[in-house]
């Protein structure tokens, strides 16, 4: 099972670039990684994918290494109301994803 | 933008009580499926649906829990007899593709369940 880590919280200021990392092991070679933002009492909203090297897109950008066993997302001059929980997932199976405890950032004035 | 809608927003009821959330995917999406969260906690997989079947189900998706497409457009949750530990935000989500390996997922804005 592809299970992924990532820090539990991160704080940050606004403007500033936030990287968060995440590690994946036990990544397959067909599976691909994908980021999910969450605010409180919403349903999550997909933010970025992909599945080696560099992936930019006009709200985030992802970095994943040759050997695919992290990935990091990075938010560009974050705000206040980037302030959210953050999911880092590996499809696991046909249908099902897998979610871990996200990171919780915080940005801080 | 589409988007995937729920309904009721908040529903409180008995222990041992049916409950039906009720969910309208994106019309053009073939992919269905119910997550959950209990409060403060991840989101958990519940059971994902095409072509009119289950494709997956979770442990957590037993007895008490079906799902159906009665119409063209409606994703329905039953819960037969609720219990305490159903209490949880329960969130539809759709897909226009098969989410292997690439996609995403559009949630909506989830039904908060209170069992009492």
């Known amino acids: 099972l592809a299970k992924t880590t990532q820090p539990i919280s991160m704080d940050s200021y606004e403007g500033q670039e936030v990287n968060i990392t995440c590690s994946h092991n036990n990544i397959a070679t067909n599976d691909y990684i994908t980021w999910y933002q969450q605010f409180p009492s919403q349903g999550p909203r997909f933010i970025i994918q992909?599945?080696?090297?560099?992936v930019t897109n006009e709200v985030a950008s992802l970095f994943i290494p040759a050997d695919r066993k992290s990935s990091t997302l990075s938010l560009p001059r974050v705000s206040l109301s980037d302030t959210a929980v953050y999911y880092c997932l590996v499809t696991n199976s046909n249908y099902q994803l897998i979610w871990g405890a996200g990171t919780k950032l915080i940005i801080k004035p | 933008e589409p988007e995937v809608t729920q309904t009721p927003s908040h529903q409180v009821t008995q222990m041992g009580q049916e409950v039906i959330l009720r969910c309208v995917p994106i019309s053009n999406h073939l992919y269905f499926y119910w997550y959950r969260q209990i409060l403060g906690q991840k989101v958990e997989f519940l059971v994902s649906f095409y072509n009119n079947e289950i494709s997956e189900k979770s442990e957590i998706f037993d007895d008490q829990f079906s799902v159906e497409r009665p119409d063209g457009s409606n994703f329905t949750l039953k819960i037969r007899s609720t219990k305490l530990e159903d209490s949880a935000m329960y969130f539809c989500a759709s897909s226009d593709v098969f989410p292997t390996n690439t996609g995403e997922l559009f949630f909506g804005e989830g039904s908060r369940l209170t069992v009492l």
């Open positions: 992909g599945y080696k090297t560099k």
